[in-house]
C-alpha cells in the first residue's frame, strides 16, 4: 500500500508514457436544469486504489458514470484510457461492479455463467475457447469461489456474489475496476474479505475506483480520498483526508441542499 | 413431389419467393402420412395437421428462447403488447385486400406493423429511460382499437373471420402461413445464435454490458423486433390473446428447476413442446381451440414445476461447499 500513497503527485506530475486512466477535466452535469456536478476536475493514474465518497445524492454515482462513458458530459471533457469516455472502445480493460446486479433475482445463471461475461468483450460473436475458459476458471479460483462455479447466483449470500462480479472483471483482464457501493447488504465477516481482495487486486497494479457510502471502508484501505458533493470539496492522500474538514464541509453542504439534489 | 393444383393456386409474387419452403412443407407432409401409416394415428392424416403441428413445434423453440431474455429483464408484458398490434397489422392486412385488392398476406402485414410497433415501444423507454406500464398500455389498446375499428368498418366485405386471429386455429394455417413461420423462425434462430453472447450480458446486467463496450439500446431494439416476429409467427395457432403466454409460462417453469441459464433454455424450450403437442392433441381429439388447451397444459406444467423447484431446494440445503481463499499472488493474469 506504502508504495502507491503518493500516486496522486505522481500522476499531476504525469510523465510522458503514464497516461491517467480516468481524466475528468472542469466537467458539469445535470440531468435536469439543475447541475448535478459543476465543474469537476479528477485525474486518476494507473495503479491507484481511490475513493469517492459524498453524501446521498451528491452525484458520486454520476461522476462514475461519466468517468465510464454512460453519460456525456455537459460541459468539460471526461476521457478514459486518453479516449472520450462516451466513445472509447475500452470494454475489455474496465471492471464494473454495482451495488446490486440489475438483472432479475430469480435469474437461474451459475457463477461460471457470470463469470465468463467477462469474456465477452473478447470473443464477440464467437464461442469461448479453452484458454477462454482456463482464465474464467482461474478468475473463479482467485476470488475463492471455486466450490461455487456451478451454483446459482441466486443461491448466494451477498459478499459471495459480489465476488463472483469481481472475477468476472478480473475475466476480462481489466485494468481498471469501478465499484458503486459494492458492500451494501453484505454481511460483516464477508465484507472484511471482500476489502482483502481488493488490497491484493490493488497490490496486483489493478487500478481501483470505489464509490463508497462507508467512510470506515475508505478510510481503512484506499490512498486517496476525493470527497464529493456537487464539487470536489477534497482529493487528497487518505491521511490528510482524515483530518481535515472537508467532510464536515461536503456533509453540511448536503443537509441544506437535501431537497435539490435527490 | 410437388402437388400441381396446389401449386396452380399459389399465384402471388411472394409464393415465387417461398417455393423452396412449400417443397420442405411438402417433403414434412410425407413423413407426416408414414408416421401417421406407422401409428395408425388420426391426427396425423390430414394435411392441414401436418402444417399445424410444424408451426406448434416451430413456436415451441422461439417463443421460449426469446421469452427468457424477456422474462429476466421482467418485460413479460411486451409480448402481449405486440400480439395486440400485430392484430391492428391484420386487420390493415384485411383491409387493404378487400379495398385495394393488394392480395397480400394478413401475417405479412402483422409483422411490419407488430416491428414499427416494437420499435416505438423502444424508442420511447429509451427516451424515457424505463420500460413503463403505461406506454406499454397505451401501445397495447392503440393496436387493439385500430384492428377492431378497422374490421367493424370493413365488415361488409370481409370473406374471413376474425376468430382465426383471435383464437388461433389448427385447421386455418395455410401452406403460405406455415411457410412465413418457417422464414421468421430461421431469422429469429440466427439472429439469436449469433447474438447470444450480447443479448445474455445485456438481460443479467445492463449497466456492466454498456461498460464492456456492448451497445445495450441496439441489442434491445433487436430483442423487441425478435419479439415482434415471434408473436406474428405464434399468432396463428395460439391467437392473439394467448400467444404472449408461451413467451412466458414455459419459461417461468423451466427457472424453477433449471440450474444455469444454458439448462433453463434448454428446459424451458421441453416444457414449450411438450404443452404444444400435447395441446395440438388434446385440441385436436375434443374438438377444443388449441391455442387455448395449449396455455392450460402449459400452466400445468409451470405448477408441477413450482413444486419439483421447491422440493429441490428442500433436499439440496445440505450441501454447503467451503469458501475457498484469495490467492491474488498466484496469477500473472493482471494488471500491466
Not at chain 1, 500500500?1 to 503514464?18: F, N, Y
Not at chain 2, 367493424?152 to 382465426?164: K, P
Not at chain 2, 424450450?269 to 404444444?276: C, D, H, K
Request: with cysteine.
Amino acid at each position: 500500500m506504502s508504495a502507491h500513497t503518493d500516486s496522486q503527485t505522481a500522476v499531476e506530475g504525469t510523465p510522458s508514457g503514464r497516461e491517467a486512466v480516468i481524466d475528468i477535466a472542469d466537467v458539469s452535469f445535470g440531468y435536469t436544469a439543475t447541475p448535478v456536478l459543476g465543474d469537476v476536475s479528477l485525474r486518476i493514474g494507473p495503479g491507484e486504489y481511490v475513493a469517492v465518497v459524498g453524501p446521498n445524492g451528491s452525484g458520486k454515482s454520476t461522476l462514475m458514470k461519466l468517468m465510464l462513458g454512460l453519460l456525456e458530459p455537459d460541459a468539460g471533457a471526461a476521457r478514459l484510457f486518453g479516449e472520450p469516455a462516451h466513445r472509447s472502445d475500452h470494454g475489455s480493460r474496465v471492471g464494473y461492479v454495482a451495488q446490486h446486479a440489475s438483472a432479475s433475482k430469480e435469474m437461474p445463471i451459475t457463477v461460471r455463467e457470470v463469470v465468463k461475461m467477462g469474456r465477452f468483450p473478447h470473443v464477440g460473436f464467437g464461442r469461448l475457447t479453452a484458454s477462454d475458459w482456463e482464465i474464467v476458471d482461474r478468475a473463479i479460483g482467485t476470488v475463492g469461489m471455486s466450490a461455487f462455479a456451478n451454483r446459482r447466483v441466486t443461491q448466494l449470500s451477498g459478499g459471495q456474489r459480489q465476488r463472483a462480479f469481481i472475477a468476472r472483471a478480473l475475466a476480462s483482464e481489466a485494468e481498471l475496476l469501478v465499484l458503486d457501493e459494492p458492500t451494501v447488504g453484505v454481511d460483516v465477516e464477508s465484507v472484511d474479505a471482500f476489502y482483502d481482495l481488493l488490497e491484493a487486486l490493488h497490490e496486483n497494479g489493478i487500478t481501483i475506483v470505489l464509490i463508497e457510502h462507508d467512510l470506515g471502508a475508505v478510510t481503512d484501505h484506499a490512498d486517496r480520498v476525493v470527497c464529493l458533493n456537487g464539487e470536489i470539496y477534497f482529493d487528497g492522500p487518505t491521511e490528510e483526508f482524515v483530518d481535515s474538514d472537508a467532510l464536515v464541509r461536503a456533509f453540511g453542504a448536503a443537509a441544506s441542499s437535501l431537497g435539490d439534489t435527490a | 413431389m410437388i402437388d400441381p393444383v396446389l401449386l396452380a393456386l399459389q399465384t402471388g409474387p411472394i409464393d415465387v419467393v417461398l417455393a423452396p419452403l412449400y417443397w420442405l412443407l411438402e417433403f414434412w407432409s410425407l413423413l407426416m402420412s408414414a408416421f401417421a401409416d406407422v401409428t395408425g394415428l388420426q391426427m396425423f392424416e390430414y394435411r392441414f395437421m401436418h402444417r399445424a403441428i410444424l408451426v406448434g413445434l416451430c413456436i415451441g423453440i422461439m417463443a421460449p428462447l426469446i421469452g427468457t431474455f424477456l422474462v429476466h429483464r421482467q418485460l413479460a408484458l411486451i409480448g402481449d403488447a405486440l400480439a395486440h398490434t400485430a392484430f391492428a397489422g391484420v386487420a390493415i392486412g384485411l383491409f387493404l385486400n378487400s379495398v385495394i385488392d393488394l392480395g397480400v398476406s394478413p401475417y405479412l402485414t402483422a409483422v411490419v406493423v407488430a416491428m414499427i410497433a416494437a420499435l416505438l415501444i423502444e424508442l420511447i423507454s429509451e427516451a424515457t429511460d424505463a420500460y413503463n406500464d403505461v406506454s406499454m398500455a397505451i401501445v397495447l389498446s392503440t393496436g387493439f382499437a385500430l384492428g377492431t375499428t378497422l374490421i367493424s368498418i370493413n365488415a361488409g366485405g370481409l370473406t374471413v373471420s376474425v376468430d382465426q386471429y383471435l383464437f388461433g386455429n389448427l385447421s386455418t394455417v395455410t401452406s403460405q402461413a406455415a411457410a412465413i413461420l418457417l422464414v421468421l423462425f430461421a431469422i429469429i434462430i440466427s439472429v439469436v445464435a449469433l447474438t447470444r453472447n450480447q443479448l445474455l450480458y445485456v438481460t443479467f446486467d445492463e449497466t456492466a454490458a454498456e461498460v464492456s463496450g456492448i451497445s445495450v439500446a441496439w441489442y434491445n431494439r433487436i430483442m423487441v423486433m425478435l419479439t415482434a416476429l415471434v408473436v406474428v409467427g405464434a399468432m396463428q395457432i395460439m391467437g392473439v390473446i394467448l400467444v404472449a403466454a408461451m413467451l412466458v409460462v414455459p419459461v417461468a417453469g423451466a427457472s424453477q428447476v433449471a440450474r444455469s441459464f444454458n439448462e433453463a433454455l434448454l428446459v424451458s424450450v421441453v416444457l414449450a413442446e411438450l404443452s404444444v403437442i400435447l395441446g395440438i392433441a388434446v385440441a385436436y381429439y375434443a374438438g377444443a381451440t388449441a391455442g387455448g388447451v395449449i396455455v392450460l397444459v402449459a400452466v400445468g406444467i409451470y405448477t408441477v414445476s413450482v413444486i419439483g423447484g421447491k422440493l429441490q431446494t428442500a433436499l439440496g440445503e445440505e450441501s454447503r461447499p467451503e469458501m475457498g481463499s484469495i490467492k491474488v499472488d498466484e496469477t500473472e493474469q493482471f494488471g500491466d
